[in-house]
């Protein structure tokens, strides 16, 4: 057994209440370079990042020392802080104390020492300025110390060590429980290649290829081949979660003793949300860490912990729920979540992954919408009226600074006459406003829960475009737009310096969806490496199952579309009386769809339709995809790239046709020519990248709700002359047999 010292003192030496009163920490690249900066204070004679192991009751512990002062015999701990350090809880420099006295018996052991000076170092991030706590140990002592706690490790790290051992042969031995279709056998095979090879895949596979087992079972069986330590299953909605769900219960015997865990966000399941997370506050963060024990292990023992199981456990061990699913992922085989816990700024199982030294085996579902959702992560705002609301109420000791941030702010804003317009830097004024914003809040974090929720969320607001200042580049864009109240935005355009090291540090990365259409696209902006495999997986599907009519002798641009309305209401009714059935309408905005209703209602009264309407609740959505019921009748329409163009599976007579009336393309407005000009400048194809790439990708995920099984027989309509283009129809799936109406 092998463990990081970080890791066991955080398993053994965790005592008491959860307590985030001390927050936010300093980001990495900041505690990195304090790090440095202690380091470099200290003279030639200081070993700094000095590596220590130690081996005790079959344990073998490791890890770095930050420091070690051989003149004065003194081992540095260095923590970056930011705030009032007398408030730290005391159950965190405990865990201070446990780290650094673990490292001087390992290093007394190395150096045969009989004695060692042990110093908490804590540096102020913000001030530059040192706190320096010591100690004066014994090597007795720190090895009675030592060997404690490695014996309390080690009790449990020998069950860890037993299960996963049976985890790996019972998956060697795991068969797929269903008959594979060969595109799906075809997945498989490359999801296990690279995941045995540690390698990355781009795997195009259309609806109805299988695609969630097609990856989880193979990425098993390179676990159970020891390639693979644990799994981390992403999704971009929580439907994708219980698919993944749905698909380890099928895949998985009860026998074989899975840990599988669904993460949930933390605002859908927290308990007291207007309570502060700590013990003063929140009685399930009371004595968190003396119930964890009882509570993790009874957790681990159901095996696959739902968000109910999770509720249930919490409940009975009286600890939030939220983190002890935190906990948890330390000890679990598969874990199930959204994008962000691996790809955001702050990725939880990314930081996970790297401190345990994890081989990962990552499954990136319905990745087409990983582009978008990682431009968001890497993007952030201020605006003026936040800057107003937060002013009107923040306690006095915030109003002065927050006044003076939101007087420069407004002074740039003035000095624009253009509504919108792209900068190449930040002014600098504007920068050392926030820094000295964030400094002056930053020494009230113990208080931060306390502070009024527009204070609070200014403060996040600005750590975050803070941190994408510092690091502004030809990536994304600085942007000043008011139309009627001044926003500065940082603008995410590639997301790829970023992700990178995501990817450079996982052991295998699988990137699927329908709509992965071309390669180079997501490679460029998601910085995958040029090493990334490919694979388009063959259709399940045969093309005497859907009819793709082109309508080209319709238009949809904006100056077109009081003459498209007549001609696309006769065409829906021709084949709505062809064919009576369900069926879509997805158009490019609501205006549109309100008017082709309109028509309809005009023309074909006796055919039934219904709208989505803007900002529908999860309730309402459910019951406008209910009225999809078999050999039902009727026209829903809806907008493309909303919440009915993707992750709606209507299999059979409840859905046989769809009518998509637009290619797609963002709207043409001042950001989206900007999102132009720099990826033209970067990647030489900028109207693809921005406008085609996105659209289509959008109009086959809508289609792709019409076939769902081998069974199924539908027709999709693309309305639009430009769908008869050559360079349109190349990016369309190659299955799609294309009939051109004639004009």
């Not at 970080?6 to 001390?22: P, Y």
Request: proline letters at 5%; one cysteine or more.
């Amino acid at each position: 057994m092998s463990v990081a010292v970080r890791v066991l003192c955080q398993f053994t030496a965790k005592r008491g209440d959860l307590d985030l009163r001390f927050t936010p920490a300093p980001s990495a690249r900041e505690g990195i370079a304090g790090h440095g900066i202690v380091a470099a204070r200290r003279g030639r004679e200081y070993e700094a990042e000095k590596t220590l192991e130690a081996v005790h009751d079959g344990l073998h512990v490791r890890g770095r020392a930050d420091g070690y002062d051989k003149n004065q015999r003194r081992l540095d701990e260095c923590k970056t802080f930011r705030g009032e350090l007398s408030r730290m809880p005391e159950n965190h420099r405990e865990l201070h104390w446990a780290q650094a006295k673990m490292y001087g018996a390992m290093l007394c052991r190395q150096q045969q020492l009989s004695e060692l000076r042990l110093a908490l170092v804590y540096f102020d991030v913000d001030s530059e300025e040192e706190t320096v706590l010591t100690q004066d140990c014994s090597a007795e002592e720190l090895q009675t110390f030592f060997e404690q706690h490695c014996s309390r490790y080690a009790v449990w790290g020998r069950s860890e060590c037993a299960h996963r051992e049976a985890r790996d042969q019972a998956l060697q031995s795991l068969a797929f429980p269903f008959d594979f279709y060969a595109a799906q056998r075809q997945l498989a095979e490359a999801v296990y290649r690279v995941a045995v090879m540690g390698e990355h895949l781009l795997a195009q596979a259309p609806t109805g290829v299988g695609k969630t087992m097609g990856t989880l079972f193979p990425m098993l069986k390179a676990m159970g081949a020891q390639k693979i330590d644990r799994i981390f299953y992403l999704t971009a909605k929580t439907t994708g979660r219980q698919l993944a769900l749905d698909a380890l219960r099928a895949l998985i015997p009860p026998e074989v003793k899975l840990r599988v865990l669904e993460i949930t966000a933390r605002e859908k399941i927290c308990k007291h949300p207007d309570a502060a997370c700590h013990g003063e506050s929140c009685p399930l963060a009371k004595k968190f860490y003396d119930r964890l024990p009882d509570a993790r292990a009874a957790a681990l023992e159901r095996g696959t912990m739902t968000r109910a199981v999770i509720d249930d456990v919490a409940a009975e061990h009286r600890v939030c729920p939220y983190f002890l699913s935190q906990e948890l992922a330390r000890w679990s085989d598969v874990i199930i979540g959204d994008y962000n816990y691996y790809f955001d700024q702050s990725a939880f199982l990314y930081g996970l992954a790297l401190e345990q030294g994890w081989r990962v085996g990552v499954l990136v579902d319905e990745a087409h919408n990983l582009v978008e959702r990682a431009r968001r992560m890497y993007s952030a705002s201020l605006d003026a009226e936040a800057l107003r609301r937060a002013r009107k109420e923040s306690p006095p000791m915030l109003r002065g600074v927050i006044q003076r941030l939101s007087t420069e702010f407004q002074r740039i804003a003035d000095s624009q006459e253009a509504p919108y317009r792209v900068y190449d830097n930040v002014p600098k004024t504007l920068l050392k406003a926030l820094d000295t914003y964030i400094t002056e809040q930053s020494a009230l974090a113990d208080q931060a829960m306390a502070l009024p929720e527009p204070v609070q969320q200014l403060f996040f607001d600005a750590l975050a475009f803070n941190t994408l200042a510092m690091e502004l580049a030809e990536h994304s864009l600085f942007e000043i737009a008011h139309p009627e109240h001044a926003t500065f935005s940082i603008r995410n355009v590639v997301p790829a310096p970023f992700l990178r090291p995501r990817f450079d540090n996982t052991r295998s990365v699988v990137l699927f969806s329908a709509t992965l259409t071309p390669r180079d696209f997501y490679l460029d902006l998601l910085g995958l490496p040029e090493t990334t495999r490919w694979l388009d997986v063959d259709s399940p599907f045969s093309a005497d199952q859907l009819e793709v009519r082109v309508a080209r002798h319709i238009s949809t641009r904006y100056r077109h579309r009081d003459d498209s309305i007549t001609p696309m209401v006769e065409l829906i009714v021709r084949q709505f009386e062809r064919r009576p059935g369900n069926y879509f309408m997805f158009a490019s905005s609501f205006d549109y769809l309100a008017r082709i209703a309109e028509g309809l209602d005009r023309l074909a009264p006796h055919i039934p339709n219904r709208l989505q309407r803007r900002n529908m609740s999860e309730s309402e959505r459910q019951q406008f995809l209910d009225g999809f019921e078999a050999h039902g009748r009727g026209i829903a329409l809806a907008v493309l790239g909303g919440a009915f163009g993707e992750g709606v599976d209507l299999p059979g007579e409840r859905m046989i046709g769809a009518f998509i009336a637009t290619l797609g393309l963002p709207q043409l407005n001042d950001v989206s020519e900007q999102m132009r000009l720099r990826l033209d400048q970067l990647f030489e194809d900028g109207y693809a990248y921005t406008y085609l790439y996105p659209g289509l990708q959008k109009v086959i995920q809508a289609a792709g709700r019409v076939i769902r099984t081998r069974h199924d027989r539908g027709v999709v309509y693309l309305i639009d002359d430009r769908f008869a283009r050559r360079e349109v129809r190349e990016l369309l799936p190659k299955w799609w047999r294309l009939q051109t109406m004639p004009v």
